[in-house]
């Protein structure tokens, strides 16, 4: 059982106050570690209100990938801000997986338009359309396509000009799917692949409702959803 597997974590003594200097056990925590375990054991509906210092986060971080590592499942972690998600996907799970060992796969989740396309950007460089600040912008996404790894507007060092993305971003209905020439080194596709192969999925709400809109075309199937924020 998931919920009886947390006390060698966050119970006195555990992994987590072995592995963080001055750590103490929140009885706070550890009980709401253990409310998420056995929702996850019973396959039960739970909700959480517990004040700031909690670490609410590890505490259903930790249960939900031992459920989803043990049974093979993938659970979807939604929040409302992005300083929670990077708090998760910069703090958290690094935490999880590297101080404590654990072993799972975890992916962001974003939506499609947030990716640079390859085949778009080739065509923007034929055509040379951008001058002044738009062509800085381009030229800088021209030598950043080579280097990502993700491919996502967020990650370049400035606020991309909507005039720019619009000609160089993924667009749903013009993608030409697995015709398309640059399919194989795709960032969304690549994206997508990772998120099909993943324990944990982080989202934010938007995102879960234009999954839930579109009858689940957008994320992959999900046995569990966390709400944070909610």
Known sequence: MIADSIYKYLGPGGSVERSMEGFETRPQQFEMAQAVGKSFDEGSHLMVEAGTGTGKSLAYLLPAILWAVKYNKKVVVSTYTKTLQEQILNQDIPFL????GMSFRYSLCVGYNNYLSLRRL???RQTELFVGDDSSQFDYIIGWSGETNTGLRGELPFKVMPSVWEDVGRQ???????RCPSYGTCFYFKARRKWFGS?????NHHLFFANVASGGGVLPGYEAVIFDEA
């Open 97 to 100: 997986r590297d101080r404590l």
């Open 172 to 178: 749903k209905e013009l993608c030409l799917g697995s």
């Open 199 to 203: 324990h944990l999925l982080i989202v």
């Open 122 to 124: 080739n065509r923007a």
